[in-house]
């Protein structure tokens, strides 16, 4: 077993939108296209839009995890891995009408939840981990840990001693709970 962390390059997108789905959006919508055009406009587009930070994991050279994260002052660095999501935006308007609103219902109510978690404590965070993920068939192999070392490490070189995790309940899996202390 040989895992290996490095920096999120262009090829790497379709493993994590693979990833993403497994993590989070498995048995949620049954249409694949749909699926792909969901994880791509809630999930994808967003993170490479606002991180400054990003690695993979690879067993053996597959992609089985991914980190991103974002420091406050810090330009995002991964937009340009973004292709042109025209095709999944026109996939998700084209639903029809319950299944469209059902999208933009989870969509906002996400938002909110985000919104109002953080409201009035906007400027006390330096970084937030973005999002994190780890395939089923890399769990309980540190990966996850390796992952969020090599996070944390950044965070540490970059003087964030205070960062913003972001949890919901939508993940097929249980978070680790994770306890760090910047100095």
């Known amino acids: 077993m040989n895992v290996e962390i490095r920096e999120v390059r262009k090829e790497d997108i379709e493993s994590i939108k693979t990833i993403t789905i497994e993590a989070f959006a498995k048995g949620f919508i049954e249409d ?19 991180s400054s930070f990003g690695r993979v994991a690879t067993l053996d050279g597959e992609v089985v995890g991914v980190i991103f994260g974002s420091r406050v002052g810090e330009a995002p660095t991964y937009r340009m891995l973004q292709e042109d999501y025209t095709k999944e935006m026109l996939h998700l308007l084209n639903q029809e009408d319950d299944d469209r609103d059902l999208f933009v219902q989870l969509t906002n109510s996400t938002n909110e939840a985000y919104k109002k978690l953080i409201q009035g404590k906007e400027h006390e965070f330096q970084g937030c981990l973005e999002f994190f993920a780890v395939s089923e068939q890399a769990r309980g192999k540190k990966v996850g840990k390796k992952l969020l070392n090599e996070l944390f490490s950044y965070f540490t070189e970059t003087n964030t001693n205070k960062i913003y995790v972001y949890t919901d309940t939508m993940s097929n899996y249980g978070f680790m709970i994770i306890m760090a202390l910047f100095v």
Request: aromatic content about 6%.
């Open 32 to 50: 694949e296209q749909l699926l792909d055009a969901a994880v791509t406009m809630m999930f994808v587009s967003p993170i490479l839009n606002k």
